[in-house]
């Protein structure tokens, strides 16, 4: 079964999980779909994150 071997009861193994995309606030999501709309979108042609809208470091 999928959840074998896992400790369902240990909270340190909790991923949190947004309303939406746009309203995530995890950035560094590499799941992400759509930019957040609480993060502004800061682009660099030479940076590559977790996702294509991880925010590229100052």
Do not use: F, I, W
């Not at 193994?13 to 999501?29: F, Q």
């Amino acid at each position: 079964m999928y959840a074998d071997g896992v400790d369902l009861h240990n909270p340190g193994l909790v991923t949190p999980v947004g309303v939406s995309c746009r309203l995530c606030e995890r950035t560094a999501c590499e799941q992400r779909a759509l930019p957040s709309l609480k993060v502004p979108l800061r682009v660099d042609p030479n940076y590559r994150g977790l996702s294509l809208y991880a925010p590229a470091p100052e």
